[in-house]
């Protein structure tokens, strides 16, 4: 099965700065690698995705890139707000599940 | 569409009681998807059904734990003899298609307590 590692657990940011959150995979079939944000209280939501022929992919202040020879991929959150504050999911896969890592707590201070 | 509905939000119950926990998926979603929630253990995948037939189960801790989906718009999770180890949060998530290709749509959940 697919083995998924994400750094660092926790990411504390004061606002307006950035954060990059990585994750690392074990499955070299995996093909699709979408970052899922979880708020207190609530279910994970998708918040963007990329496929394996792309290397990267942009929207407004949110990005992900992929380096499918290493096995990783990075969310990059720029100009961070109080509101981003919550805990991210990666979840590479190629086939019908997600396996999801553990979770990187980001805090946006104010 | 009012997305994927949980219920109960909140359970408590006793060791040794059944619990229900029920779902209904986005509607025209194929698949559907059972997880648990902990701190120690992070999100794990527990069942997944596609076209009301269960797939995968092999996440399923014990025999205690089954899951049933009668219809395109209804599933159960249900744990009898529960245990405090059970405590958690169980998420229900639908998906179009396959949920590794695609996106998958998770309910609010249901924070399962067993004292």
């Known amino acids: 099965g697919e083995n998924v590692e994400q750094h660092p657990s926790t990411l504390s940011v004061q606002e307006g700065d950035s954060a990059v959150i990585k994750c690392t995979y074990s499955d070299s079939a995996s093909n699709y690698f979408p970052w899922y944000k979880q708020e207190l209280g609530k279910g994970p939501q998708l918040i963007i995705d990329?496929?394996?022929?792309?290397g990267e992919k942009k929207d407004q202040r949110i990005a992900v890139t992929l380096n499918k020879t290493a096995k990783h991929f990075s969310l990059h959150i720029t100009e961070t707000q109080p509101e981003d504050s919550a805990v991210y999911f990666c979840a590479p896969s190629g086939y019908s599940t997600l396996t999801f890592g553990k979770g990187t707590m980001l805090l946006v201070s104010p | 569409d009012a997305g994927v509905i949980q219920s109960p939000r909140h359970e408590v119950t006793e060791m040794g009681q059944e619990v229900t926990l029920r779902c209904k998926p986005i509607s025209g979603h194929d698949y559907l998807f059972w997880y648990r929630q902990t701190m120690m253990r992070g999100l794990e995948l527990l069942i997944y059904?596609?076209?009301?037939?269960?797939?995968?189960d092999s996440g399923m801790p014990e025999d205690r734990f089954s899951a049933k989906m009668p219809n395109a718009s209804f599933s159960t999770l249900k744990i009898q003899p529960s245990e405090p180890r059970d405590s958690a949060v169980y998420f229900c998530?639908?998906?179009?298609?396959?949920?590794?290709?695609?996106?998958?749509?998770f309910g609010q959940g249901t924070r399962l307590t067993v004292v």
């Open positions: 990329i496929r394996s022929n792309v």
């Open positions: 998530a639908s998906s179009l298609l396959g949920g590794g290709n695609t996106e998958a749509f």
């Open positions: 059904f596609n076209n009301n037939v269960p797939i995968d």
